[in-house]
């Protein structure tokens, strides 16, 4: 049988109506003759009761130094939460299931507690629920080390769990669900009418998520390209099929255009290039670009072109001038 990776986000495990979404996409797999493997964020954000950063909070209001190994070991736990719950979700359903700590699915990672890298995955755990015909619910952002410590992985770290365990248990598809249908080729909040691409290459996704994008971290993608695992971004709370991220890019001219915060009331508009037009097109591509700021009136502080990425620094307050203006130019 196919084994298939779904990875739920906070938001998607938040509230109960939400995991009935989610559990939606789970039944789907699994009717469709998979073996499928979830996994799960911590439930909601800050201020829900088993959100990461509330359980911080906890731990924080009791005085005293931080410990990194207590900091990690209550930060595991709402992860935990959100796999024993899933996994009862699924079995009301009438489907079997398993919940899992990312330990007892054979995650063995690095001694850096709070941002601790995956060095090997035992895929036998989750495999020998898989054989008992168990959906399997995996903690995610979680492992342990060689000592048995219990290690969290950082910003992303749901993320990267379900790619390097699909990667581990030779996968046939992962799939990340969050909130939005897929990649789009910029914030909608700054243009609505934003196209949400089909699909985009490993190295334009990378570029985008280290750029500013927040749809997927970039230990994810560097995971995905590692194992030459594509991947697809979907939403909890629709049907489509969302985007595709792999070896083959799109036919738009630019694939996306990022914003990250710098200083001093700065920001950085990098602008992605298709990956096939930029080694033919990239000197054409930045010239278009640097027009269409300048036709724009946006006060560039700085400025940089490096292979399918260009840069510009600009003041905050013309962000989403700048934003709009190198969209229209090109999908105008």
């Given at each position: 049988?196919?084994?298939?990776?779904?990875?739920?986000?906070?938001?998607?495990?938040?509230?109960?109506?939400?995991?009935?979404?989610?559990?939606?996409?789970?039944?789907?797999?699994?009717?469709?003759?998979?073996?499928?493997?979830?996994?799960?964020?911590?439930?909601?954000?800050?201020?829900?009761?088993?959100?990461?950063?509330?359980?911080?909070?906890?731990?924080?209001?009791?005085?005293?130094?931080?410990?990194?190994?207590?900091?990690?070991?209550?930060?595991?736990?709402?992860?935990?939460?959100?796999?024993?719950?899933?996994?009862?979700?699924?079995?009301?359903?009438?489907?079997?299931?398993?919940?899992?700590?990312?330990?007892?699915?054979?995650?063995?990672?690095?001694?850096?507690?709070?941002?601790?890298?995956?060095?090997?995955?035992?895929?036998?755990?989750?495999?020998?629920?898989?054989?008992?015909?168990?959906?399997?619910?995996?903690?995610?952002?979680?492992?342990?080390?060689?000592?048995?410590?219990?290690?969290?992985?950082?910003?992303?770290?749901?993320?990267?769990?379900?790619?390097?365990?699909?990667?581990?248990?030779?996968?046939?598809?992962?799939?990340?669900?969050?909130?939005?249908?897929?990649?789009?080729?910029?914030?909608?909040?700054?243009?609505?009418?934003?196209?949400?691409?089909?699909?985009?290459?490993?190295?334009?996704?990378?570029?985008?998520?280290?750029?500013?994008?927040?749809?997927?971290?970039?230990?994810?993608?560097?995971?995905?390209?590692?194992?030459?695992?594509?991947?697809?971004?979907?939403?909890?709370?629709?049907?489509?099929?969302?985007?595709?991220?792999?070896p083959m890019g799109n036919d738009y001219p630019i694939s996306g255009i990022s914003v990250k915060e710098a200083e001093d009331d700065l920001s950085v508009i990098s602008v992605v290039y298709n990956e096939s037009d930029a080694a033919v097109n990239a000197v054409a591509i930045s010239e278009k670009i640097e027009s269409l700021l300048e036709a724009a009136n946006i006060p560039v502080k700085n400025r940089k072109a490096v292979a399918n990425i260009f840069c510009a620094v600009v003041p905050n307050n013309y962000?989403?001038?700048?934003?709009?203006?190198?969209?229209?130019?090109?999908?105008?």
């Amino acid at each position: 049988m196919a084994i298939v990776v779904q990875k739920f986000g906070g938001t998607s495990v938040r509230t109960p109506e939400n995991r009935k979404a989610a559990l939606k996409h789970i039944l789907k797999a699994r009717d469709e003759g998979n073996d499928v493997v979830v996994v799960v964020s911590a439930m909601g954000r800050k201020g829900d009761p088993y959100a990461t950063d509330t359980l911080i909070q906890l731990l924080e209001s009791q005085g005293g130094p931080e410990c990194p190994k207590k900091k990690d070991l209550i930060m595991s736990c709402g992860e935990i939460i959100s796999s024993a719950v899933m996994a009862a979700n699924i079995e009301a359903s009438g489907v079997p299931a398993e919940a899992m700590t990312g330990f007892q699915a054979g995650i063995l990672t690095t001694e850096e507690f709070g941002n601790a890298d995956i060095i090997n995955i035992n895929p036998q755990p989750v495999l020998e629920k898989l054989k008992q015909g168990k959906v399997v619910v995996v903690a995610g952002f979680q492992g342990q080390t060689e000592k048995g410590e219990i290690t969290t992985l950082g910003r992303g770290g749901s993320d990267t769990t379900a790619v390097v365990l699909g990667g581990y248990l030779k996968a046939d598809l992962v799939e990340i669900y969050t909130d939005v249908p897929g990649v789009a080729v910029t914030d909608p909040r700054i243009v609505p009418e934003a196209p949400f691409l089909s699909q985009i290459s490993f190295k334009e996704m990378l570029a985008l998520a280290e750029n500013g994008a927040k749809v997927i971290h970039p230990r994810a993608v560097k995971a995905a390209m590692s194992f030459n695992m594509p991947f697809r971004i979907k939403s909890t709370f629709a049907d489509g099929e969302g985007t595709l991220v792999g070896p083959m890019g799109n036919d738009y001219p630019i694939s996306g255009i990022s914003v990250k915060e710098a200083e001093d009331d700065l920001s950085v508009i990098s602008v992605v290039y298709n990956e096939s037009d930029a080694a033919v097109n990239a000197v054409a591509i930045s010239e278009k670009i640097e027009s269409l700021l300048e036709a724009a009136n946006i006060p560039v502080k700085n400025r940089k072109a490096v292979a399918n990425i260009f840069c510009a620094v600009v003041p905050n307050n013309y962000v989403q001038s700048a934003v709009r203006a190198v969209f229209d130019g090109f999908y105008g």
